[in-house]
């Protein structure tokens, strides 16, 4: 979660918080990937957070701050 806050803030790291256990749901079946492209992740938090009716400004600014956060590390 610290990576999200420093990526988009406070606000984005606590809706962040708030749908945890989706974004996990979401990057799951990518683990088994040898190689993701960052987009992927992107697309795949996107999809499932609006998919949980999140909304469109949210799932994007949560899913590009786990995107960019992954690119620290990789």
């Known amino acids: 979660m610290e990576v999200v806050e420093k990526v988009s803030g406070k606000t984005i790291a606590k809706k962040f918080g708030t749908h945890y256990l989706l974004v996990c749901d979401a990057l799951e079946p990518l683990l088994e990937l040898s190689d993701v492209p960052y987009q992927m992740v992107y697309d795949a938090v996107y999809r499932t957070l609006i ?12 899913a590009l701050a786990i995107k960019e956060g992954i690119s620290w590390f990789v």
């Open 51 to 62: 998919n949980a009716d999140v909304s469109s400004k949210v799932a994007a600014n949560i």
